[in-house]
């Protein structure tokens, strides 16, 4: 096959055969369809190996590959967006690179460079920009992941990696879209505790989580809002998003303490908040407070935030026989601006005053 190098990146010819037909924007899920082409890099004999831009393809692995049995595996997500005027840019990859190096850090694996995460990834989106959709809340989600992939048994980080980078065209996480949804707090399991890897965002966090999101699902609750490890007290974030209540008209949300992944979207929603005028607390809330809150008209709006599901306004919380309504189930004030301002930003309506937008092509 017909090769093109730039220094550590080879990219490789796609066959005709091997393009798929794109899926028109209005028939989009979350994370089903792939692109034609994805990024694959190794790390073996101490050193990350050139990276190549291939058509997307299986792997083959050995069934003893360490990932399988301890596993050793990180991720990220991020996404490119088609912007009114037509530009693709990506939102913050610089702090998706600075979170992957963390992650691999924390699991013992090699970082990767974070010029070369962002540069790789502006590459590869190039190439793919035809199947970058267009429609308001759609974009191109891309997740990067790194496992290890050493054929060995026994408890160790492994010598042998694969950095890998696939890219699916989506519709936003829940069907709800910027609907409200409902969520069910968790009061016998946990996600994460002091010291361990919360803050990582590694695949066993997810893995930990299924069952009660499983029990959650059962009660026709999309997600659940997970409670501090030791107390089971104070609320700390959901699934596959931060989380955010607007108590006495000012935005709460939990601290990084080590125990919630640090959001990218909850990082600009802080500072787009402060912006907007909002009073803005980093503080742990306890959930009896959010119950009595909620009951006495005080708690006026809970919203999600993260790149799958943008921002999403929560109608119902279930906290052990009670079920609460939030805003008569209605999107509230300040979620809406958020929201507004957010997607503003990274579809190309609302000017970037903060330098977040990075253009795929200049
Ligand atoms: C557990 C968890 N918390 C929070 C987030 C939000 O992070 P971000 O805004 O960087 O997407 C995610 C997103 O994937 C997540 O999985």
Not at 186 to 193: G, I, M, S, V
């Amino acid at each position: 096959m017909e090769s093109v190098t730039h220094s550590d990146l080879i990219i490789e010819e796609l066959p005709p055969e091997m393009m798929k037909q794109k899926i028109p924007d209005d028939q989009l899920t979350f994370g089903t369809e792939f692109t034609d082409r994805m990024l694959l890099r190794e790390y073996k004999n101490g050193a990350w190996q050139p990276a190549r831009i291939m058509p997307f393809q299986n792997f083959s692995l050995s069934p003893a590959a360490l990932v399988f049995h301890y596993g050793q595996a990180i991720f990220e997500g991020l996404k490119a967006f088609r912007q009114n005027n037509g530009r693709i840019v990506l939102f913050r990859p610089d702090m998706n690179a600075e979170r992957m190096w963390n992650s691999a850090k924390r699991l013992v694996m090699p970082p990767l460079d974070k010029e070369f995460f962002v540069d790789s990834i502006k590459t590869l989106v190039r190439l793919e920009k035809d199947w970058i959709p267009s429609k308001k809340g759609t974009a191109l989600y891309i997740r990067p992941t790194m496992i290890a992939t050493q054929p060995i048994l026994g408890v160790r980080p492994s010598e042998e990696y694969y950095y890998f980078v696939i890219l699916s065209p989506s519709a936003p996480y829940f069907k709800e879209g910027f609907s409200p949804t409902k969520i069910k707090v968790e009061d016998k399991y946990t996600r994460a505790a002091p010291g361990g890897v919360g803050e990582a965002k590694t695949a066993g966090n997810y893995a930990a989580s299924l069952y009660a999101a499983k029990l959650a699902k059962q009660e026709g609750y999309s997600q659940v809002l997970w409670l501090d490890a030791c107390q089971k007290k104070y609320v700390e974030e959901v699934g596959a998003m931060n989380i955010a209540f607007v108590l006495d008209d000012t935005i709460y949300t939990s601290p990084l303490k080590g125990t919630i992944l640090p959001g990218i979207t909850r990082d600009s929603v802080l500072q787009i908040s402060k912006d907007l005028g909002y009073k803005v607390k980093e503080e742990s809330l306890a959930i009896d407070t959010i119950v009595e809150g909620i009951e006495s008209g005080s708690l006026t709006e809970i919203f999600g935030m993260g790149t799958a599901a943008i921002i999403s306004p929560v109608g119902e919380i279930k906290y052990k026989d009670k079920v609460l309504q939030i805003n008569n189930g209605n999107i509230g004030e300040k979620t809406k601006a958020i929201y507004d301002e957010l997607t503003g930003i990274q579809y190309g309506i609302k000017e970037d005053k903060y330098g977040w937008i990075v253009p795929v092509e200049e």
